[in-house]
């Protein structure tokens, strides 16, 4: 089982912005894939952002344009830049990846919250 850690949520005002990290315990070079996810009170859990090992990315249309995903190799951690937040991307987020012999894991989850 690999071994997440995300860090970086919070409470801020809508337009505001916050980074999201997650370390990982395994070498990134490993992965095949690396994702945050999100859920709310209201919904199920979605796939917000998602890299590949090689780089390729997807974002949740609703997040396009305001949000990155971004990978920093040397420290093992995956970042989500979250920015121009709106209420509607308050949720708990949740890193998840997969690696290339076939297992995955998810963090515990760090909760934003975008309030005036």
């Known amino acids: 089982q690999v071994q997440l850690v995300e860090s970086g949520g919070g409470l801020v005002q809508p337009g505001g912005s916050l980074r999201l990290s997650c370390a990982i315990s395994e070498s990134i070079f490993k992965l095949n894939l690396m994702e945050w996810h999100r859920q709310s009170s209201d919904k199920q859990r979605e796939l917000v952002a998602q890299?590949?090992?090689?780089?390729?990315?997807y974002y949740l249309p609703s997040v396009k344009g305001r949000f990155t995903i971004s990978r920093e190799d040397a420290k093992n951690t995956v970042h989500l830049q979250m920015n121009s937040l709106k209420l509607e991307d308050t949720a708990v987020y949740f890193c998840?990846?997969?690696?290339?012999?076939?297992?995955?894991?998810w963090g515990q989850g760090t909760r934003v919250t975008v309030s005036a």
């Open positions: 998840r990846v997969h690696t290339k012999d076939g297992r995955s894991g």
């Open positions: 890299i590949s090992g090689a780089g390729g990315t």
